[in-house]
């Protein structure tokens, strides 16, 4: 009698499946609300979102491009001065609440930065994940 196939004598083709547990797509930590979502969700006018970046006794004023529990997005002007790793501190009104933390540049481009937060506040964190479950699920805030 011949031996019955098995399950492992088919080819996977090199795929694999997905649990859905991995980070996102773009590789970061934690998914980004942009910032006419964010702005959307606390019911605040569209328009540039204020973020004072502060380094090496200067303050320098950007503009929010997104933001997660674990970080953000900044657009500031060229020449900028940030570099990877530099530790900084960053101050941002989101609705009726203020935001302030301090922060390292994980990149830094002409006229952006991406910024990882260094220990944030509990209600802070709390904060920021909550506004992501609220886009999610469809609701404001």
């Known amino acids: 009698m011949a031996e019955k196939p098995s399950w492992d004598d088919i080819p996977s083709l090199g795929l694999s499946l997905d ?3 991995s980070e996102p797509a773009d590789h970061r930590a ?9 702005q959307d969700l606390l019911m ?7 973020v004072k970046v ?17 970080g953000m997005g900044i657009r500031l002007q060229q020449g900028h001065g940030l ?3 530099m530790i900084i ?7 009726k609440r ?8 994980r990149w830094s481009a002409p006229d952006k930065i991406g910024v990882e937060f260094i220990n944030p506040k509990k209600e802070d964190y709390e904060f920021l994940s ?7 699920l469809g609701g404001g805030f």
């Not at 502060?54 to 997660?68: E, H, M, N, P």
């Not at 203020?98 to 540049?105: D, G, R």
Request: aromatic fraction near 4%.
């Open 54 to 70: 502060r380094y090496d006794k200067r303050i320098k004023t950007g503009a929010l491009v997104d933001i997660s529990q674990k």
């Open 19 to 21: 649990d859905g547990a």
């Open 89 to 95: 501190g960053l101050s941002s009104r989101l609705g």
């Open 83 to 85: 570099g990877k790793d």
């Open 98 to 105: 203020s935001l302030s933390v301090k922060a390292i540049v």
């Open 44 to 50: 605040m006018p569209r328009g540039p979102l204020p």
């Open 130 to 136: 909550e506004l992501y479950a609220a886009k999610v």
């Open 30 to 38: 934690a998914v980004r609300l942009p910032t006419r979502d964010l």
